[in-house]
Nanobody, 114 residues
Framework: VQLQASGGGLVQAGGSLSLSCTAP????????MGWSRQPPGKERELVAR???????EYGNAVKGRFTISRDDAQNTVWLQMNSLQREDTGVYYC?????????WGKGTQVTVSS
């Protein structure tokens, strides 16, 4: 499963960014989708995920600031990131999961400056 992520970049603290990720239209509706991130010098951590049925879950660090959404008709998942903090800096990875497999896209850099 090939995932194509876009978005990211450089933003000042307090600002917003949006990431998007597409997966093949033929299977998108059968995929659970999500985002993880790897801050500099730290391990990868869950940011948010959304199930095939639209149930969203968030990592504690981003609750109330980030919103994950999906549109099966556009085979796209979005991550809206608001009130960004320096601690949100890292490489963000889109992933897709079935019941027995997981697929990762190439990371996209998000840098939050003070």
């Amino acid at each position: 499963v090939q995932l194509q992520a876009s978005g990211g970049g450089l933003v000042q603290a307090g600002g917003s960014l949006s990431l998007s990720c597409t997966a093949p239209a033929s299977i998108f509706s059968r995929l659970d989708m999500g985002w993880s991130r790897q801050p500099p010098g730290k391990e990868r951590e869950l940011v948010a995920r959304i199930s095939r049925g639209g149930r969203a879950e968030y990592g504690n660090a981003v609750k109330g600031r980030f919103t994950i959404s999906r549109d099966d008709a556009q085979n796209t998942v979005w991550l809206q990131m608001n009130s960004l903090q320096r601690e949100d800096t890292g490489v963000y990875y889109c992933y897709a999961a079935t019941f027995n497999n997981a697929f990762w896209g190439k990371g996209t850099q998000v840098t939050v400056s003070s």
